[in-house]
C-alpha cells in the first residue's frame, strides 16, 4: 500500500473504507469473533474475515511490515478503527500473542525469533498461553520455582504452572522459569516451547462461572531448545515486568473488564425493559437512575482516559507504570456494570440453567461471577496499588 504522511491520513480512509467495503462480511457486524479465534475453532465469515485482515496485516496494524503487520503510522491506525466502527467490524486477530507476547517479542526478541514467530501471531495461526503463576508464586511471581536445566543443547525444565489462560487450547507457551537458585530477581529466564512437546500435561479448572478459561499445567522433563531463550539468561525478569505491562493495558481496554461489561444491552435500556418506567418515560426507581447516570459517567471519563493513554503510549516508547491504574480502574467499572445489571434483572439475573431464564439472562449471571476475578488475574489489585505507590508515586524506595 502507499506510504501515507501524518497530514494524509484522509487519504488512508478512502483506501480503507473501500478495502473494508469489499472484504469485511456483512453477517459479521458487531460480533466479536477474536476471543473465539482465542479459544476455539473458527470457520464460515469468521475464518474468512480472520484471513483476509491477516493477510492485509490489519490485524496487528501498527506493527512493521517486514514480520507481517500492517507498517500504518497511529493516526492511520485511528483511521482504520474508524472505520471498522463505523461498519460494526471488530478485528479478528486477538489472543495472548496480540495483546501480551508479540509487543514484547517486537522489543526483547532476536531477529530470528521475530522471523519465526511474529508472521503467526499476525495471522491469528498460532495460540499462544502463559506460564507465570505458580501455586506458590502468585502475588509474589519472582518467587517461582519451575526449573530449567542446562542441558548443553538445550534446557531439562521441571515444574508446575497455574492459571494458564487458554492453554487446553493454546500451540505454544511464552514462560518464565529459573535457571539460577543464588538469586532471586536475576535468576529468572523467558523461554518458549511448543505444548506439543513430550511431558507438557493441561489440566482445566472449573470455576465459579461454570467456565474452564484457566489450567494447571504440569512440566515434566521438558526439552527446550536455547534457541527458544528470549533476551539474556537469568534476564527473563526484565521481560516478564515489560509483557505484564502489555498484559495489564490489554485488560484494562477493549479485551478486559471494561470492554467486556460494556457490550450488550445498555443498562438503562435494561433497566426501562425490567423495572419499567414513569409517566415521563423515565427509569421508575429513582435511586437506581441516580445510580446509573454516575456510573455511565465514570465509565465514559475511564474509556476517554484509557484512548489517551493508548495513545501517549504508542507514541512513547509502549506502556508505562500507568497501566496498573488503569487496570483497576476498568477492573471497578466493569465489576459495578454486572453488578447492576443482576440489580436490575432481579430474580432473573439469579439463573444457572432451566427453564424460566432467557440465554441472555443466564450468560449474564455467569458473566457477574466470572468477572469477579477481575481485580485477581493479571495482578492483584493490592499488587497494582503498590506498582502505582512505588512507580508513580515514589512513596516507597524501589526494590
Known amino acids: 500500500m502507499a506510504d501515507f504522511g501524518n497530514t494524509d491520513v484522509e487519504a488512508f480512509r478512502t483506501e480503507a ?3 473494508l467495503a469489499a472484504n469485511f462480511p456483512p453477517s459479521l457486524a458487531g460480533v466479536d469473533v477474536a476471543m473465539a479465534n482465542a479459544y476455539g475453532p473458527v470457520e464460515g465469515d469468521a475464518l474468512l474475515w480472520k484471513q483476509r485482515m491477516g493477510e492485509k496485516g490489519w490485524g496487528t496494524p501498527t506493527w512493521p511490515q517486514e514480520y507481517g503487520g500492517g507498517g500504518l503510522s497511529p493516526a492511520e491506525a485511528r483511521v482504520l478503527q474508524q472505520e471498522m466502527n463505523r461498519i460494526g467490524a471488530r478485528n479478528p486477530i486477538g489472543g495472548m500473542g496480540i495483546m501480551m507476547f508479540g509487543p514484547t517479542l517486537l522489543e526483547y526478541g532476536s531477529e530470528a525469533q521475530k522471523q519465526r514467530h511474529i508472521p503467526s501471531i499476525c495471522k491469528g495461526e498460532i495460540r499462544w498461553c502463559q506460564g507465570y503463576s505458580e501455586p506458590g508464586a502468585g502475588s509474589d511471581l519472582a518467587a517461582l520455582q519451575t526449573r530449567a536445566e542446562d542441558k548443553g543443547d538445550h534446557f531439562l525444565v521441571n515444574g508446575q504452572k497455574v492459571w494458564t489462560s487458554g492453554a487446553q487450547y493454546a500451540d505454544w507457551c511464552f514462560c518464565l522459569v529459573r535457571t539460577d537458585t543464588n538469586h532471586k530477581h536475576e535468576g529468572i529466564s523467558f523461554v518458549l516451547f511448543d505444548m506439543k512437546t ?23 522433563d521438558v526439552k527446550v531448545p536455547k534457541e527458544n531463550l528470549v533476551g539474556p539468561l537469568n534476564g527473563g525478569w526484565t521481560i516478564g515486568k515489560r509483557l505484564l505491562m502489555h498484559e495489564r493495558s490489554s485488560l484494562s481496554g477493549g ?4 470492554g467486556r461489561f460494556a457490550a450488550g444491552t445498555p443498562l438503562d435500556k435494561l433497566a426501562m425493559d425490567y423495572i419499567g418506567v414513569d409517566e415521563t418515560g423515565r427509569i421508575a426507581d429513582p435511586d437506581l437512575r441516580a445510580r446509573l447516570i454516575r456510573h455511565q459517567m465514570e465509565a465514559r471519563a475511564f474509556m ?3 484512548m489517551r493513554a493508548q495513545a501517549e503510549s504508542k507514541g512513547g516508547g509502549g506502556p508505562s507504570a500507568a497501566t496498573s491504574i488503569m487496570k483497576n480502574v476498568g477492573s471497578k467499572v466493569g465489576q459495578e456494570r454486572a453488578e447492576l445489571a443482576i440489580e436490575i434483572m432481579g430474580s432473573q439475573g439469579l439463573g444457572w440453567e432451566g427453564e ?14 466470572g468477572g469477579k476475578a477481575t481485580t485477581i488475574y493479571g495482578g492483584s489489585a493490592e499488587i497494582q496499588n503498590n506498582i502505582i505507590a512505588k512507580r508513580i ?3 516507597l524506595d524501589h526494590q
Open 356 to 369: 424460566g431464564f432467557t440465554d441472555k439472562e443466564l450468560e449474564q449471571t455467569r458473566n457477574w461471577l
Open 304 to 306: 476517554l482516559t484509557l
Open 17 to 19: 473504507k473501500a478495502w
Open 198 to 220: 513430550p511431558g507438557v500435561e493441561v489440566r482445566p479448572i472449573k470455576l465459579i462461572s461454570g467456565n474452564s478459561p484457566f489450567c494447571e499445567t504440569f512440566l515434566t
Open 255 to 258: 479485551g478486559g473488564s471494561a
Open 393 to 395: 508515586l515514589g512513596l
